[in-house]
């Protein structure tokens, strides 16, 4: 039977989401500064076997921040959502959304079958932590800056073709984007070095670590490294590909996703 992406509609936590397909739940949640559309090319992927649900965090797109201020605040609304839809559920998060992903599935297991974290972070060295709390405290003082180098960093210099269209859209949600969400959301991040080498040892669940070949900051070591630890951790890089992963290589994703997730399920 073929979904239709379905408006925003509001669930527990006050999260607003795309809903599309049917069967077993699937959450997927995005990075900071972009919101539930930044799923659209890996939604109709995912959709055939699984309700799949894509959030805007607090303080994106359509869902108010509502005082988020932590990592915690973050996964709380999310616990909310899967609750709403009676989890457990296997998520799949991008850059921030990872980082989330992760904490539930370290700390409230029960709601959680799987997940795929999606170029997270690992133990930043110093000159990139100082690098990213700058960006973050930039945020903080001046509000919302040019994009560009963001885009930059996502995409290169002289993006092209499907890259060129992904990169507006992209700068079109990092220019509207709610100042006090975007802020907020960044500085978790920067401030989050995500998990620890303890958390991770006792990961119960099912976990795949993806991000792309190219990505200078959520890079292939942090994965592996992450995986290794993980006792049920498996790792993928994408060839070819940097942060923006999700949207730029949804084919590579998806296909790496479907077995994870079904054997998550099983």
């Known amino acids: 039977m073929t979904s239709i992406i379905q408006p925003r509609s509001e669930g527990a936590g006050g999260l607003f989401a795309w809903v599309r ?50 990592l915690t605040d973050y996964a709380d609304r999310v616990a909310q959502y899967i609750a709403f839809l009676g989890g457990p559920v296997a998520l799949v998060g991008h850059s921030l959304g ?10 409230r297991s029960h709601l959680i079958r799987s997940v795929c974290a999606l170029n997270a972070v690992f133990e930043r060295s110093p000159k990139a932590a100082q690098a990213v709390q700058a960006r973050a405290q930039a945020l903080a003082e001046i509000g919302k800056t040019d994009p560009s180098p963001t885009l930059e960093r996502w995409f290169g210099k002289t993006p092209t073709g499907a890259l060129q269209d992904a990169a507006t859209s992209c700068r079109d949600w990092l220019t509207s984007v709610d100042t006090t969400g975007y802020a907020q959301a960044y500085k978790v991040f920067a401030y989050h070095d995500g998990p620890t080498r303890v958390e991770l040892d006792s990961m119960q669940r099912p976990v795949l670590f993806m991000t792309g070949a190219d990505d200078p ?24 590909a940097a942060h923006m992963a999700p949207v730029t290589h949804p084919t590579d994703i998806a296909a790496a996703i479907i077995p994870h997730v079904q054997k998550g399920a099983a």
Do not use: C
């Open 21 to 70: 397909g049917s069967g077993p739940a699937l959450i997927l949640i995005h990075g900071v500064g972009l919101q539930a559309g930044a799923w659209k090319p890996l939604m109709p992927l995912l959709a055939a076997d699984h309700t799949v649900h894509a959030i805007d965090l607090p303080g994106h797109g359509k869902s108010p921040l509502q005082g988020a201020s932590s």
């Open 98 to 107: 990872a980082l989330i992903s992760l904490d539930l599935a370290i700390k």
């Open 217 to 240: 900051n959520s890079t292939p070591e942090m994965s592996i490294a992450m995986a290794k630890r993980t006792p049920l951790g498996s790792v993928q890089i994408i060839d070819g």
